[in-house]
């Protein structure tokens, strides 16, 4: 039996090493991952735009956020910029720094030019909904109110006895039989019925409201804990959403 030379057990081993590098792999998947990202496709953001307004909103929401931050990082490294050129006068540092912050810059007026298209599409969209004569929505919202036809005559004549409350006031040990808001009265079995016909009506009749510029003033509930209090609490979570003063949303006491 040969014995190899220590030159050649060195050189088969290196080529082992060469024939296996995951690592290389990965760094090059990760370098076409980089190239192929893409954020907010113009068509798939015009889709949500089109058919879910309200999430749209949030996104340009989170959008101006996120300009926030990069502005802030901006300012960030311009100190850190200034700073390097004081105390170390290391020009080609504080020029790498300058020029991130460049391009930092660039990404905010991308966000600022996407947030304002997104705005203009979805004020288009609702002044098509205000020129159409019937939409799905129109139609949803003159359905219930015919359905609640029987309720609203029964408010206007008064048929509907009981205490009214607003809203913020304190609920405990006190049970629905109707609630009121503006000139609809609408009757409910208990708490859960309320919080569902509740829901109802502000996302069929004040749909718009939630988009909009409105705004009420802002009251402070009763706090004392109680199950009864609970459901009011999330109602008026939904009435601020749609932006109604509590004071406008009465409830009916058994």
Do not use: C
């Amino acid at each position: 039996m040969g014995f190899f030379k220590k030159e050649e057990i060195q050189e088969k081993e290196v080529q082992v090493i060469k024939e296996n590098k995951p690592e290389t792999k990965e760094v090059e998947r990760n370098i076409f991952r980089k190239k192929n990202l893409s954020l907010f496709d113009v068509e798939t953001i015009q889709y949500v735009i089109d058919n879910f307004p309200s999430m749209s909103t949030e996104i340009q929401s989170g959008l101006n956020n996120l300009a926030e931050i990069l502005e802030s990082t901006i300012d960030h490294i311009e100190d850190k910029s200034s700073e390097i050129i004081k105390k170390n006068r290391d020009f080609k540092l504080s020029k790498a720094h300058r020029d991130t912050s460049i391009a930092i810059y660039d990404v905010v007026q991308n966000i600022d030019e996407y947030v304002k298209w997104m705005q203009e599409e979805y004020e288009n969209n609702l002044k098509k909904e205000e020129v159409k004569p019937d939409t799905s929505n129109e139609n949803l919202e003159e359905n219930f109110e015919k359905t609640n036809v029987e309720v609203e005559t029964q408010a206007i004549n008064n048929e509907i006895m009981g205490e009214e409350l607003e809203i913020h006031k304190d609920f405990s040990i006190k049970e629905p039989k109707a609630f009121k808001l503006d000139d609809t009265v609408v009757m409910v079995e208990d708490w859960d019925d309320l919080l569902v016909k509740t829901a109802e009506i502000l996302t069929k009749k004040y749909r718009k409201n939630k988009y909009s510029n409105k705004t009420v003033s802002e009251i402070k509930p009763i706090e004392k804990k109680s199950t009864q209090n609970s459901f009011r609490d999330t109602v008026i979570e939904m009435l601020i959403e749609y932006k109604i003063s509590l004071n406008d949303f009465k409830i009916i006491i058994k």
